[in-house]
């Protein structure tokens, strides 16, 4: 498999990618931390106020905000940033024979380490303000994986078009932006008409998000379907992507 034979090159990659992202700016790899969690900040005063009272007191709205806004900014680097791995890593592509998934692989492993470091940071907020995390917390690596992964096929597919339609990275950002909101990251699932509820679960990132939340807040094992969900809609994509990527691996390397 090519990822086990390039993992070592992923990982290393990966972490560089992690610690000079932010290079040449004074906090360095310092903003790893201090850029997801000023939009947090932000979030949090605008809507703290409005949704606090939706909670009946289950957690406090920093926490519910965190819970699923970190894996969503984690799922959102693994598509926007994966889109043009492969054209910002073109030199590479065209010398060397490394599969072209290897680079939209190093895009997610960068991510997920971020996300373990905003979650870490998240631990210790949740203790200090007096929601101490349980043991269920241990298994969130879980759900991680899955939107991860989801993430993955997801990247895959548009890193394919991307060398041959440009605009596919501003289309990204648009369906990024509709995503966003279409899962109750912000706001509470019981502020949705009816008929919206029953319509969130169809969406592919609903179980991991809602596994996540599950784990983290009501601190209870996830439900049964939400893991074969989650799994299975990662797993389409990431057999999906794989196959677009195949068939236009002949020509990509002509055009970037």
């Known amino acids: 498999m090519n990822f086990f034979r390039h993992s ?3 990982w290393r990659t990966a972490i560089a990618d992690v610690r000079h992202r932010y290079a040449g700016a004074g906090a360095g790899a310092l903003w790893n931390l201090l850029d997801p969690l000023s ?3 932000i979030y949090s005063v605008v809507f703290s106020q409005i949704m606090s009272r939706e909670l009946r007191d289950e957690a406090p709205y920093a926490i519910f905000l965190c819970s699923a806004l970190l894996p969503w900014l984690a799922f959102g680097e693994c598509i926007s940033r994966g889109t043009r791995a492969l054209i910002s890593n073109a030199q590479y592509l065209r010398k060397m024979p490394i599969p072209e998934s290897v680079f939209v692989a190093q895009v997610v492993v960068a991510a997920a380490i971020g996300l373990v470091i905003s979650y870490a940071l998240l631990a210790i907020v949740a203790t200090i303000i007096g929601f101490t995390p349980t043991w269920h ?3 969130l690596p879980l759900p991680f994986a899955m939107l991860l992964l989801l993430g993955f096929g997801c990247a895959l597919i548009t890193a ?7 605009d596919v990275g501003e289309i990204v950002n648009v369906l990024l932006m509709v995503g966003f909101w279409s899962y109750p990251i912000i706001y509470v699932r019981d502020i949705l008409p009816e008929g919206l509820q029953g319509v969130l679960p169809f969406n592919p990132v609903y179980p991991a998000l809602e596994a996540t939340r599950q784990l983290v807040i009501q601190h209870k094992m996830p439900d049964p379907w939400l893991w074969a969900a989650g799994l299975g809609w990662g797993l389409a994509a990431t057999l999906l992507g794989l196959a677009v990527m195949r068939g236009v691996r002949a020509e990509i390397r002509d055009v970037i």
């Open 137 to 139: 917390w241990l298994l």
């Open 160 to 166: 394919s078009i991307f060398p041959f339609i440009r």
């Open 39 to 41: 939009r947090i900040a």
């Open 8 to 10: 070592g090159y992923i």
